[in-house]
C-alpha cells in the first residue's frame, strides 16, 4: 500500500527536466503561484493519529513524500528539520522522496542521519547527460542506504555505465506527460535497460510520457494511460511494481 505525503508545495525551476512541471501546469489553471514555497496542512500527515490514537497511516505503508515540490527546495530550509524527525519517528514507513536537488541533500540534515536512516529511499532524478553526470556522482558519494536514478522526463540518450554498480538500487525511466510534452524516444529507454542489465541493476519502465515515439512512429498516448501502457511493455527488469 501507499500514501502521497505533500508537506509543502511550491518550487522553482531549475534544469532541461522543469520546463514542464505538471505542478506549474495544475497551478496555473487555479491562479497560483508555483515558485511560492509554502507547508500545506498535511505537513503533519505521517503523525497524525485517530480517534483511538493509532496513527492514520497504518504501519507498513510507503510514503510518497513530496510530490508537488522538492524536498530539499530552499524554500523549505526552515520545516526541514521538523520533516526529518517526522520521518525518524515514523520508523515503521517507508519514505519515497525523488529529488532535482541532491545537491542540496546536506542542507538541514539530522545530527543523528550517519549513515543513513534504514527507512528513507532517495531517488535523483536525471533527464538528459549533462544532469546524470553532475549529479549521480554527487548521489553515490552521500550517505544514503537506499540510492535510486529515476531517468524522467527523459529528453535524450543517457549513458549511465559509469555509474552503475552496487550502490544503486533501480533505476526507472519514463517520458514527459502534459499537452507540451517533449518526445520520448523508446529506444533510450530500451537503452537504460540494456545498460542495466549488462551491470545486474534492476529496471523500471514507469511511464511512456505523452509522446513516445518507437519504430519510426510517433504515439499519442493520453495520461491515465501512460503508466498502464509502460507496464504492458514488458520490459522491466527484477523490479515487480504493479502500480
Known amino acids: 500500500m501507499s500514501v502521497t505525503w505533500n508537506l509543502w508545495h511550491g518550487c522553482q525551476k531549475i534544469s532541461q527536466g522543469c520546463k514542464n512541471c505538471y505542478v506549474y501546469r495544475q497551478d496555473e489553471k487555479h491562479g497560483k503561484d508555483s515558485s511560492v514555497v509554502t507547508k500545506t496542512a498535511n505537513f503533519n500527515l505521517p503523525i497524525k493519529r485517530k480517534r483511538d490514537k493509532s496513527y492514520k497511516i497504518p504501519s507498513g505503508e510507503i510514503v510518497y513524500t513530496c510530490f508537488t515540490s522538492d524536498f530539499f527546495v530552499e524554500g523549505a530550509d526552515k520545516w526541514r528539520k521538523e520533516a526529518w524527525e517526522m520521518i525518524k519517528t515514523r520508523s515503521d514507513l517507508i519514505f519515497f522522496i525523488i529529488t532535482k536537488r541532491i545537491d542540496r541533500f546536506t542542507v538541514e540534515l539530522p545530527e543523528d542521519w550517519n549513515d543513513g536512516y534504514d527507512n528513507v529511499v532517495i531517488a535523483s532524478t536525471v533527464e538528459n547527460q549533462e544532469m546524470a553526470d553532475y549529479r549521480i556522482p554527487i548521489l553515490k558519494k552521500l550517505p544514503i542506504k537506499h540510492k535510486l536514478i529515476t531517468c524522467a522526463p527523459l529528453l535524450e540518450e ?72 509502460a507496464r504492458k511493455a514488458n520490459i522491466n527488469y527484477k523490479t515487480n511494481h504493479n502500480f
Open 158 to 229: 543517457i549513458n549511465l555505465t559509469l555509474y552503475l554498480d552496487n550502490t544503486i538500487e533501480e533505476v526507472s525511466a519514463g517520458g514527459e506527460s502534459g499537452n507540451e510534452a517533449r518526445e520520448c524516444n523508446y529506444n533510450w529507454i530500451l537503452n537504460i535497460r540494456n545498460q542495466c542489465i549488462e551491470k545486474d541493476i534492476p529496471f523500471w519502465f514507469h511511464q511512456t510520457g505523452a509522446r513516445l515515439r518507437k519504430d519510426g512512429k510517433l504515439y499519442r498516448i493520453k495520461r491515465p494511460y501512460q503508466h498502464s501502457q
